[in-house]
């Protein structure tokens, strides 16, 4: 595979040095230095991608890990990621693959055409872009994701939405579904705590929700002090449904301490409830809570009889009450997300998958 495959988006400052325009960094590098992700890099005058073709591994999840409620429920998702991150994210759950600046975590290859053609034969109906950001790999992400298409797998990226406009578009042009990480909804958080801004974000969301047909769904860790207050919960949670609708589901999930933020407390179930009580009193339809075991509050419930739709229990899927279009058995009305007849039976295994060359 190419340690030095060429990208789009970047142009010359000087004659020694460049600038990336991928993301809202935009860092400018002399000859042979890296960029903040530490996987583009300024080699012979132009920024290349140093982790095209190379994985810290392949795994096979529900797709109910990524988290996504209402799209494919049940299935097998085919997740990989690369090295690196441009967030610097205190409280990364993943860091020893984000934080990783040793391509020795690099350890499998795989071409795009080899991960789908895998994806299709262990049976995935979908590929995830996950465990560090795919904004990073665009390229790699972009032809894994056109090679799936002809198989009619579909691809899921799992990102921070920190990306620039016109990148954005090329990427998200090959997606099929998202979930977002809204961090906070305080920009003093995200400049302490993530290193970047909310602005563009916000952007990215706003995008992907009246721009294009891509589903796509919200996670928030809410950290004790820092992000769950019900002011901030209270504010995010109206902007969702102003801007987003109504229909958009959030994830609301506990924060575990990691990283740099090991001496904060694990969030208190009850800070989950309360969150998710508030988005729901504010118009959001699907809340949900995370990382922590709640059967109710992991269930999907129609919105508007109360009825039970989609039991979870973790991973598991449990009773189900959706008709074949996609509706509320109880009471005819129609269920946000993309849905097939039959709900899949992956449940919580989870199987790691050696590509290695």
């Not at 579909?154 to 990427?171: D, K, L, N």
């Not at 920009?187 to 047909?213: C, I």
Request: net charge negative; with cysteine; glycine share 6%.
């Amino acid at each position: 595979m190419s340690t030095h495959f060429p990208t789009h988006y970047w142009h010359k400052l000087s004659e020694d040095r460049v600038q990336c325009d991928l993301c809202p960094r935009y860092c400018k590098l002399k000859e042979g230095k890296q960029g903040f992700c530490f996987v583009r890099e300024n080699y012979q005058g132009a920024i290349v991608l140093n982790t095209y073709g190379l994985s810290s591994g392949f795994c096979i999840d529900p797709i109910e890990k990524k988290p996504f409620s209402h799209f494919l429920p049940g299935t097998p998702v085919f997740s990989f990621g690369t090295a690196g991150c441009n967030l610097a994210c205190k409280f990364c759950q993943n860091w020893d693959i984000s934080k990783s600046r040793e391509m020795h975590t690099l350890a499998d290859q795989a071409s795009p055409e080899t991960i789908a053609v895998t994806a299709e034969k262990l049976g995935c109906r979908s590929v995830a872009y996950t465990y560090n950001d795919p904004v990073i790999f665009h390229e790699y992400a972009i032809d894994v994701a056109m090679a799936c298409r002809e198989r009619g797998i579909q691809s899921v990226a799992v990102t921070a939405g920190y990306v620039c406009a016109e990148p954005r578009e090329a990427f998200y042009r090959h997606m099929d579904a998202a979930n977002v990480d809204l961090k906070s909804f305080n920009e003093a958080f995200y400049h302490k705590l993530t290193g970047a801004h909310l602005a563009p974000v916000l952007e990215t969301l706003k995008y992907l929700k009246h721009e294009t047909s891509v589903w796509f769904e919200l996670t928030t860790l809410l950290i004790p002090g820092e992000n769950d207050s019900d002011e901030e919960i209270h504010n995010m949670t109206q902007w969702v449904v102003e801007e987003l609708g109504p229909d958009v589901p959030m994830h609301f999930t506990a924060f575990h301490p990691d990283w740099k933020m090991r001496d904060y407390p694990s969030t208190p179930h009850d800070t989950l409830i309360r969150a998710r009580n508030i988005a729901r009193e504010k118009g959001v339809r699907y809340a949900y809570v995370g990382n922590v075991h709640d059967r109710e509050a992991s269930s999907t419930w129609c919105h508007h009889c109360g009825e039970l739709l989609i039991q979870r229990d973790w991973y598991e899927l449990g009773e189900w009450h959706l008709d074949m279009k996609g509706e509320c058995e109880h009471c005819g009305t129609p269920v946000a997300g993309r849905f097939e007849q039959r709900p899949g039976h992956w449940g919580a295994r989870r199987q790691p998958v050696r590509l290695a060359v």
